[in-house]
């Protein structure tokens, strides 16, 4: 075992032994020194033994002579030599007691005194030595210790013999469980036990204390023997069968579980005792340092290699504890030396680390690197805008910056302007273009020009001269003619112009003068001053006559060149005419002598042989020379300066002095004030957003304001629109003027060098004031009396300059070019090479040359020199190069085909256009496999579309003008398309996720209700259907329902009056068998039939995809079906999703018949036995409701009027006059045939509304403000949320794609004069007529192929141009005419039937409502139950949009009182003012379209 | 797919302007299933196959962006991203590749680059799983710092690299996860022009 675990039983030996030596000494000291203490001394020792005697008492046998002798204790399962050693053991322990015994016979007679006295003596001893009596005290002490632990051996010993008859005492059991025994191991106490006896053989003393070990190792060995004992007993207990025993007790009621269970103390385990028992199994090595003998073999001397001289490697470092532990280890192991070295330490291999990395760096300068393979750092960025980002592909780290320079603004027209300041302005105004006029020197430079043209002919004319002119040189001769001519009207123009500017400027500054001295002060500190230039004046008349003959004969010579070539042309007609002549003379003569007859005839007659007679010409009058000089001569006066005139030069200074403003009248005092107070600021918008704006600079007496501020826009997303906008503000209150768009700049235009540019701005409010100012939009005067009425807008220039920063390095901060730029040169087309052709492809030189050639350039112009010498250069080596490079070079070899072939199959082009979505293939949706399937007639009408796109076809349409219309139409309808295109593949998060909704607690229970509810209720309502899907439909599983329900006030047949009394043919109406002679006798009136009787049996017929069904017949004018009828339904090409079914043209006609039953009974004899009738069907009305419009609103319910011919013959609509009057009061509002009808569609489909949504998110451009388009979208909205069945519109996209709010549609117009005077006293009538009038402007829906997805409003005027338009248009223009007339009018927006989402208007009369049908021209009352208007959502007119916020839309269960913001919810409302708005109608239509559309449209009539 | 030799190929060359409306067509149809293998998986995938100059597409998306997936549950992101095109063509040369691009999305919704992978149409019929690897460029230590603190990291400044095959060996990159695809592809009238498949 282990070295520690021998240590404390080796001390404990030592001690012992120790222990006996110092008794000894004491006892020899003692004995030798004194003798009166060796009595004492013997005495303790007798005590000692007497003690132990006493012990013994009560227990041992030996004391008593009663007690039983003790016997050898043998026990079944001790072994053999056990039991020897314990009769060993026990024959010493007799022979010790016997001595003892013996001795204590000795002493016992002064036993019971001494005691008491000795333990007396003792202490009085001590007292006498010290130093003996301390050890004397332990060691007693010690041994008093071990006595006392004796004595409870020896009592277990004696107890030990009871135990073996089989019952423990309880205190037995207790010391068994709760003492703390040593725990002392066998074997230790053996040796122990070996040596003491070793000892005791020495010294032969002490044997009590022998005795004693012997008699603890006696008690340790019953402690054994009990623990075996218990073992013994715990195995049978576990050997017992477990049922056998309990088997009877088991399943007895009467033992409780308690009998089977006991409760145990949670076992402990100390924390000492744990280590102890660890320690017993884990060996932990020291970390004490092994001696180097230990390590090597015996008498080995360590041997260290490197004091030999060899190399050894460096040995990993391991630290000292650690290899101490690891030599104590190994050594513990058997054959533990062999891991030792010759030097004693662990064997080891050297450090395998090397000092430096093995692996070799990768050295690559940057420049080395594959451009194609740097990488860029990006940062981690939303994606957002990723798709708008100026480059999507490129690098975003070089950032764009565009640079806004704001440098001021300067009024042409302001409202606070006074009288003078108009006139200054347009007096700077003037001034400044006589400045640029003057600066550009138009005249005088074509003056040179025209004069070097003219050097040019005549000295070529001199170079040529007498020779016969070679083709080029008269061919270039007449050019240049054509460009003298040119040249010198260029020269007039520009010549008059400066005239007129130089009078107007005089005249100017006279108006401006006068002005000053009426109001006696100045306001502006213009001062004109006109220089005189004196000229030469023989030299002037000189030049001014030379001029005009120079002119005159030019003019001559072009009089006469024009002269010769109508004479030639006239020669030749005649010539012709004269041939004509000839051969009719001799067809005349043929003629007279085949017939007789007139001469005119016969002229006639020939003419129609010969064809028409060419026009028998005049020779042209030859020209009149001398009134060419007059003419020349008279506009020289006009235009130029007179010979001799001074040359006038007018220069304008701002240095007079003004007024101040104590010296002004009260009225221009406040005007000034008023500017003082005001300021102005630029606002800054890119893309739509503000990015920054400029200081409040206030307004200057000059109306000039100087900001002077650059921005710098550091941009992310492409420039779409750069906007300044200009705002003024009073106080704190802003508003804005006007606002202008800078247009992005190319990427070449770059800071430093973009010049300035001016922009003009104008803005059309209307401003006045009571003071000076002459306000803005109103008409104001400058004469005293009122007239010459003028009307200024606030107007100005703002001078500002956009350009691309130029960053460090000169680097342009502007994103590449290749990005489309639009039109922004348009005008300057012929003028500017890069306008024309781009400024990217200005490398490309044949485009530049082409240009060359094309706009003439002027070789000699200086401004073209660079561009002459640049088309010199390259035109010489141009042919070298190749015009092609190939790519893939082998690509040809490998080719299968060729491009043409591909080109050609027609397959493929089918795939492609239906994938490319044209709409004739949208729709397609199996393709055939094999290209002989596909017939060349599918790309017939796909091709015609595209040629017919380029001519114009004038005979389907009635004349040009609808032909130019309708291709405008369809340019703007395609665009719209595209963009619906470009929506559809925007898919929002409802397009991918379809999810149910979850049933909650809340659905649960009003299941449970419906449990309740009665199965067959009195009132029915129509639940709502779930609704299918388009695409997982097939032919056939769509089946459209109409129910007709009953018929009102159908014409009944009108009795024959005039009907001879029997026919001939004796065929009378079989229902009339009984009137008839009756009728035939008497003339009646159809209100004397015979009650009863049927006046008509009328039927519904309902068609619809070529299926036909009827109702069964009915009878009377009011009949009752209630009969449905299901159509089959199959959409076109099988393809169900919601744009076809949308764009699905169909009609389902509903047809009213009447049927008649004719006897056709030939023999009256026959009449008794044989039926034979014929049935006749009559026509009467029907009605046609497109299929769209069902799919859209999914059911349509009400009553509709029928549409009947004007005149039924044979039939009239009567009045029975029995019917009580409550029904005929409602009839009479409305006279017409109605059907009650209930149409819809089984399964109910979702009509397509995520389009119209999506469109929604399509942002049109706007000019609108930007609080206003969202308080658009929050009122929509909010109307969306409260009734999302009504349809409520605040903005339109009108004609040029842009949002417009509605209210701007609105203004009062004049309708045709002629219109007005037609009824002059009946208003009512007049109303009639003009809505007629705009009835019978044709209508053209929107997009047929995407209904109602996008409306685009055109205004009035350009209806009235297109002469086409849908429900709006017309809406807008008879609200607007009866605006004009002074009636309160609306627009409604409202769905009708069967127009779905219409326009309908209201007009407010006489206190009461009528809703007008734009479309049809009729009108309605408003308690009309037959208008077709089913539901109101909004009413809008000049000022202000309502949306219906009552609990029903139908019109006759409504308020029209817009006043109550109960019912009708304001758009502009105090929270939200009215800005304003505009109109954006013209304001005067053109009257002369009455006649035009009179004229053209003659099916018309009215 | 083996050529055949030339006189067979002219052969059926001829034939094949006999019949010449019968061009070789190919279909593309299946889907990007899923990636693994990433650091991170709230994933999305820009792909896009690329063509050489004799093909042509007829129908179908040659390129396109799928959803982010955040699994929950696993490691695999799934998107069954469809892929459904249609080619003819005139030449073999530039059979279509596949590229990919695999991003992620982290909790703020920025976006950041996690590998670049690019894989060939199977030229066999039939159906076929395909796994393209996936690698993303290393950059700098400053850039590998800055994208471990404030995201983004280092990108192709041509990304047809991905696909072209120029000296790429200068990168250093890192692996990052597999895609994983299943592409069906259905070939037509290419035995006409002298390719058995």
Known sequence: MAVEEEDPGETLRRSLKAKHMKRKKKLFKEMVLESPPDEENEETAVQEERGEGLQRDDSSPVRSPRDLPPRPVIRPGSSQSETSMKQRVAEKLRAAKSKTASLLEQESIIEPVSRLQSLRDRETLTRFDRDIDQDLRVDEDSSFAARLKFRGAARSAARDKRAEDGLPTAEEAYNFFTFNFDPEPQDKSRKQRQSRRREAEEEGEAESENEEEEEEEEKEEVETEREYEGQQLETRDEDAPLVSDVEEDLFVIGQSEHDFLEVRRAEYLGYSRRLQRERETVFVPSMRTVPASGKLPENVRPRYLEEEGLYVGERPSVSLTNRNILENRILKQAEGREWFGDDGRIMALPDPIKESSSRPPLFHLEDELDPALHTVYRKALKSKHANRYIAAMGDPQTDYQLDVDVSGLIFSHHPLFSREHVLGARLAQLYDQHLTGKQKKLTHLLTDKLNGLRNTIRNMLELHRGEALSQVTQHRIAEYKQEVRHTRHLRDVEQEKDRALLKNIIRVWKELKTLRDFQRFTNTPYKLFIRREMVDMDQDELEFNNEIVMEVSELRAEAEEDYQRKMSEYRRRHEDWKSWRRKQKALKKKQKKKRQQEDEDEDEESEEELGEEPEKHDSPEKPDMTAVEEQVREKATRIRRKPGEPVLIPELTVSGPVTPNEQCPRAEFARREDVAKRSLFIKVLYNDKEVSRTDSRTLNMDFRVHFGQIFNLKIVNWPESIKLQIFESVGSSSSQLAEVCVPVPESSVLTGSAPSEEMEFSSNQRVTFNHEGVGSGVPFSFEADGTNMQTLLTSGKLSCCVSWAVGMNDVPLAPPSNHPVGGVYSGLMQMDAIACIGASSLNDMKKLGKWAAESRLDPNDPNNASIMQLLSVVSGGEMAVPEYFRLEQLQEEFNFLSDEELQRSRRFRLLMLRSQEVPEFRHFKCVPSVEREISEKVFQEYERRIKEGEIIDTKDHIDAHRALVARYLQRVRESVINRFLIAKHHFILSDVVSEDEVPSIGVLGLNLFKLAEPKRPLKPLRKERKKVTAQNLSDGDIKLLVNIIRGYDIPIRRPYTSKPPVSARSARPFTEQFTAPVSSQTPVQGSDWPLGQPLIRPFVEVSFQRSVLQTSTAEGPNPCWNEEIVLPFSAPNGDYCSTSLQSFKDEVFINLFDELLYDVVEDERERGNTIHTRIERHWLGSIKIPFSTIYLQSRIDGTFKVSTPPVLLGYSKERSLGSDGGYDAIRSLSDGTFLSLFITIEPQLVPGETIREKMKEVKFDSQELERLLTACEVFEKEAGRCFSDRPCLTTVIDMNGKTVFVTRFIRPLNPPQKLLDAFPNSPQDTMELVARYVSLIPSLPDSVSFARVCDLWSTCDQFLTLLAGDEEEHAVLLCNYFLFMGKKAWLIIGTAIPEGPTVYVLTYEQSRYLIWNPSTGQHYGQYDIFCPLQTIGCLINTDNVWFNMQPYAAPVRMSFDVSRPKLWKPFFSRAFPDPGLSSVQVRTTRTNDSSFIVQNYPSHWY | ?197
């Open chain 2, 1 to 197: 797919m083996t050529v055949l030799t030339t006189e067979r190929c002219c052969k059926r060359c001829r034939n094949a302007q006999s019949a010449r409306s019968l061009m070789a067509e190919v279909h593309i149809i299946g889907q990007i299933i899923g990636a693994t293998g990433f650091p991170q998986n709230s994933l999305f995938c820009k792909w896009g196959i690329h063509t050489g100059g004799a093909w042509r597409l007829l129908s179908g998306l040659k390129e396109g962006q799928t959803q982010v997936d955040m699994p929950q549950i696993g490691d695999m992101a799934y998107w069954s991203h469809p892929i459904d095109l249609h080619y003819t063509t005139k030449g073999l040369q530039g059979w279509p590749k596949l590229h990919l691009q695999v991003w992620h999305q982290d909790s703020f919704g920025r976006c950041q680059l996690y590998g670049y992978g690019y894989c060939h149409v199977p030229s066999s019929p039939g159906q076929h799983r395909l796994q393209c690897a996936t690698w993303r460029p290393l950059g700098s230590w400053q850039d590998q710092l800055a994208q471990i603190f404030v995201g983004g990291g280092p990108q192709l400044r041509t990304p047809d690299l991905i696909y072209s095959g120029a000296d790429r060996y200068r990168l250093h990159t890192v692996a990052m996860g597999t895609v994983e695809l299943e592409l069906g592809v259905i070939l037509r009238h290419f035995d006409r022009y002298g390719v058995e498949t």
